[in-house]
């Protein structure tokens, strides 16, 4: 088990999501307001989510291609000009987002020794950096800046790119991946895909729905964003150790009572929380076991489900939407059903 790479990358994905919504909440949304704000967040979001399977299908014709190490530099930049220029910040720590996730979502996946448990450890570390750098992002203030408040930002984006640097020469991923036991191995290919991919894009607008009158204040995020790194974390382990698709189902259609009924309290919601995240490794490891010789497109289609599934609350009201919720999650655990098995892996870890 290759444990170097994992922490590397893990770390620097809590980092690079920190800093990028530290920029984003920050010097960007301080000095662009009402209408264009909201712009810039959709962009920012098309351009991290969207590019990530055009990059995912470049690096695996390209493996020794340093994606991730080029991502933390990317947001280096976006860091040391975010005051002056918060236009160009958001673009390019956008594209630093979109080149780093690709370079460690193939990195968990090549070296996951044919589990599930390394994809959601690795993903589940940016929902704490999300929570962190918006709350740390809304304390920064224009009028006092000082180019000295930035030193400590961009160093840790230095520390993460030469890590990833290192992780990335001494562990290539330049393997085939082997993920097994996860996708049903009856159906065909695009069928699988395609079901595995819309459990995504149905779980992402479902997210969006969820009821969390409890989270009166920002801080409060940090519940709901260490939940949500739980249940992705847990994700795979639960996964690899009970089944893919039963974790999967089980999880999902136990989080929706939760999720309804806790909306006032708090630990009743996080408990739902927790389990709705927990497929994530799943619809991601679906994707690599049937795309093995391409990791990097694979998790770029789940990132591109991802977006999909949120675009509609960009532009509407869709939080607190029970009645949206309900059929999101019950189609999102049939597309499991149908996409996953329990099948048992014999690969070594």
């Known amino acids: 088990m290759k444990i170097f790479p994992l922490a590397a990358y893990t770390f620097s994905h809590f980092a690079v ?91 968990s996946l090549v070296h996951s020794g044919g589990r599930l448990y390394r994809g959601g450890v690795f993903v589940s570390a940016g929902a704490l950096g999300v929570v962190l750098g918006t709350i740390e992002g809304t304390k920064t203030g224009i009028s006092d800046f000082n180019p000295a408040l930035l030193i400590e930002p961009a160093l840790l984006a230095v520390f993460c790119a030469v890590i990833c640097f290192f992780a990335n020469k001494k562990y290539p991923a330049e393997e085939d991946c082997k ?26 607008f479902g997210g969006t729905a969820i009821p969390m009158a409890w989270k009166t204040t920002l801080r409060l995020g940090l519940v709901s964003g260490g939940a949500a790194f739980l249940g992705k974390f847990l994700g795979g382990f639960a996964a690899d150790f009970f089944g893919a698709r039963r974790t999967g189902m089980i999880s999902l259609l136990a989080s929706l009572p939760l999720l309804i009924f806790g909306s006032g309290n708090m630990i009743v919601s996080v408990a739902g929380i927790i389990l709705f995240n927990m497929t994530m490794p799943i619809t991601l490891g679906i994707c690599a076991e049937k795309l093995p010789k391409n990791p990097g497109l694979a998790f770029g289609l789940t990132t591109a489900a991802l977006l999909l599934g949120a675009v509609p609350g960009f532009f509407a009201v869709v939080s607190g939407k029970i009645f949206l919720l309900v059929p999101a ?5 049939v597309c499991i059903y149908f996409s996953a098995e329990n099948k048992k892996s014999h690969s070594e870890v």
């Not at 999650?329 to 655990?333: D, E, G, P, R, T």
């Open 17 to 107: 999501d920190y800093l990028c919504f530290w920029i984003l909440f920050g010097y960007f949304s301080q000095n662009v307001h009402g209408n264009e704000a909201a712009f810039g967040f959709i962009l920012y979001n098309f351009i991290a989510f969207g590019l990530q399977m055009v990059i995912g299908a470049f690096c695996d014709e390209h493996r020794k291609f340093p994606s991730s190490a080029l991502g933390c530099l990317l947001v280096l930049v976006a860091v040391l000009i975010s005051h002056p220029a918060p236009w160009a910040a958001l673009v390019i720590t956008a594209l630093g987002n979109a080149f780093f996730h690709v370079g460690g979502g193939i990195e």
């Open 179 to 204: 993920i097994s036991g996860a996708a049903n191995g009856k159906a065909g290919i695009w069928l699988v895909l395609g079901l595995a991919l819309l459990s995504v894009v149905i779980r992402s």
């Open 329 to 333: 999650v019950l189609v999102s655990a």
